[in-house]
């Protein structure tokens, strides 16, 4: 039964992928609530059930106390078989709906509204370009991906399990005390009137107090985070008091929103029980009038009783319901500013896959300054032929790094086009161009997997015997039989920590190296590629290195010159341009920038601040 209801929805169904989605809360909700329209329905109609029935109860509790007025068997045997099948309808009817009514709420829409969102959410956010990440805190999306799926599962819960029940509640209330005297409604009219203006006034209030305190909580986690990650930096400053501090400011903010938001809730709080002590004095005091005037028996007062009782009781869940609705949808409000951004760098709608034939490369006057008019490149036009190995020197902010990512396409360039085999890069799909191309930055970062996993994602379908050759090709193999982990993995299962951080420099840097090894793709990019290796291993891996490259078209970045001086071509970056382009020889020869470096770097290293 539980794995019926659970199935009425697959949470990751094939659905419709929008750059765009909707910037706006009721649009998107209901964007994402599309594939439950059909159990929404059903769990409404439940829950309108479920109060009709309550309502039917209290009304039958009036006519028992009526009936019992009278001579006791008497009583019995006229009305002995209709109290003995509502007494059967009773253990039996009512449970039933009310089991069809949680099973709808609680197996197949709260497990699989969460589920959905989170999975479409995480979808959209993995398909953002790199330079989106690079301008949030990692710790900030995660936490919007993760608070903002159950609080819209929240959000629905209470829209089903308290306000449609409330409404049919009321409604039936309302029906039923008008059918018993009219002036009834009364009470129950001027206590909605004060009710919903009560509503009003928390509903406005509640938002805009729910989404401060969701935003402090997020500085909260992007300053913790922030802290956690970067606790290498804290701890080689004796920075633990300065850091502390930082935590603080943003964790006094949370506590100063909370307690604004919690103020409106004992304001709430108070005023609904004057409310609720209003209702009942009003329906209960009336119907007595009533009854004592002799236009009222006594069940229509114990119904009045058992229904203003009954909506006394509601009235604070009701009203926690609907502050817990908008609060939650504060939240969802606030994951939205992530969730909802749209998709900036994508394919074209007619982008095919790149059709790899040779390996040209080529620049022509490109220029990328990241929007801010300044840096990166300035109308770069360079040509790497089919298999040619080719150098990047320049100092720091020269546009070497920049010049990558643009052929990665991480970055659209602003002006200019770049081709790889005469097809421009942004008219093929992303995929397909990042599958050739193969790339070792100068921060190895790892996954928080095992070795194997790590250097499988260079070929995911690599059997491991290739895996174990690449760990070999890149010196590799010789630490990772000694690595183990706190859970006893140990070698190739053993994890590697998160970014990698249980592995020195030099070992991810290596990982990193075995996983392109075995991606073997026919462009290879290296950025500073041996930068964290020790000059034994350099040494080791730099026959490797130019093993890897034969047959490829390689593009290099390098402060070590001697790690390039071996390339058919070396082109000198500076302020963005290139300013010499010949081979290592050709270049000492002239005297220029690049001469200049090679004769200031000590150790094979590049004294910039000389050079300039």
Known sequence: MFRYFESLVDPYAPHEVTDAPPRRLWPFMRDYSRPFTRIFALAGASSVL??????????????????????????????????????????VLRPL????????LNNAIMPNYGTLFRWRAHSHVLRQ??????????????????????AAGEAVFQVFDALTYAVAFVIGAAVLLSGADLRLLLPLV?????????????????????????????????????????????????????????GREAIETARTTFQREMRLYTVMDVTLALLGSLLMVGIVGWAIALWYAGSASVGVVATATAL??????????????????????????????????????????AARPLEFREGRIGFERVS?????????????????????????????????????????????PESGTIRIDGQDIAK?????????????????????????DNILYGDPQADEARMIDAARRAEADGFIAGLSDSHGRRGYDAHVGERGVKLSGGQRQRIALARVILKDAPILVLDEATSALDSEVEEAIQGTLYGVMEGKTVIAIAHRLSTIARMDRIVVLDDGRIVEDGTHADLLERGGLYARLWSRQSGGFLDLEAAE
């Open 50 to 91: 479920v109060a009709l029935v309550e309502v039917g109860l209290i009304a039958y509790l009036g006519r028992v106390v009526d009936l019992l007025v009278g001579d006791p068997a008497e009583v019995w045997a006229a009305h002995g078989t209709e109290l003995i099948l509502v007494a059967l309808a009773v253990l």
């Open 368 to 412: 990328h300054h990241y929007g801010r008019g300044s840096g990166g490149l300035q109308d770069v036009s360079l040509d790497v032929a089919p298999g040619e190995k080719v150098g990047l020197v320049g100092r720091s902010g020269a546009g070497k790094s920049t010049l990558v990512k643009l052929l990665l396409r991480f970055y659209d």
């Open 190 to 246: 001027i206590w909605a009137v004060l009710y919903a203006f009560l509503i009003r006034w928390v509903v406005l209030r509640v938002a805009p107090a729910s989404k401060a305190a969701s935003d402090a909580r997020s500085l909260v986690t992007g300053r913790v985070v922030d802290s956690y990650t970067n606790i290498h930096a804290v701890k080689l400053f004796a920075h633990h008091d300065r850091e502390l501090e930082f």
């Open 129 to 150: 370009s790199v330079g989106w990440f690079e301008n949030d805190f990692a710790g900030r999306i995660a936490n919007r991906i993760m608070q903002a799926p159950p």
């Open 308 to 349: 203003a009782m009954r909506l006394n009781g509601m009235t604070g869940w009701v009203m926690w319901a609907i502050s817990s609705f908008f609060r939650n949808l504060g939240v969802v409000a606030e994951g939205m500013e992530t969730i909802a951004q749209p998709i900036a760098l994508t394919d074209r709608p």
């Open 97 to 104: 709906f009310q089991a069809l009514n949680v099973l709808l």
């Open 428 to 452: 093929v799909t992303q995929p397909s161009l990042r599958a050739r191309i193969g790339m070792v930055g100068q921060e190895a970062t790892l996954l928080h997997r095992s070795v194997r």
